[in-house]
């Protein structure tokens, strides 16, 4: 059994930062993109990061310049460095990742909070 965990969400004042993680655990013999996504209440899930299992990393227009993507393989973690928060930021976290376990397939985590007062 697979499963993703994340932490990191909380709230934060405009303009400060926040570190989330997401740790995959289970019978994993690799894996391959790793995202982020994010939905607000009443808003489709959009995808804020993904970053590729060697390094390559891809942002929303929306976070360019002040979130960052990276992973550790060797612990199976994925962050997002989340600065300049603004108060459209808020919103429900999910990681995100291809796995190869007993057959590939797309994992989620559960979800955690990220809001940013204003």
């Known amino acids: 059994q697979v499963q993703l965990v994340e932490s990191g969400g909380g709230l934060v004042q405009a303009g400060g930062s926040l570190r989330l993680s997401c740790a995959a655990s289970?019978?994993?013999?690799?894996?391959?993109?790793m995202s982020w996504y994010r939905q607000a209440p009443g808003e489709q899930r959009e995808l804020v990061a993904a970053?590729?299992?060697?390094?390559?990393?891809n942002y929303a227009d929306s976070v360019k310049g002040r979130f960052t993507i990276s992973r550790d393989n060797a612990k199976n973690t994925v962050y997002l460095q989340m600065n300049s928060l603004k108060p459209e930021d808020t919103a429900a976290y999910y990681c995100?990742?291809?796995?190869?376990?007993?057959?590939?397939?797309?994992?989620w985590g559960q979800g955690t909070q990220v809001t940013v007062s204003s």
């Open positions: 995100n990742a291809l796995i190869h376990s007993a057959y590939v397939g797309s994992y």
């Open positions: 289970g019978r994993i013999f690799s894996i391959n993109a």
């Open positions: 970053i590729t299992s060697g390094g390559t990393a």
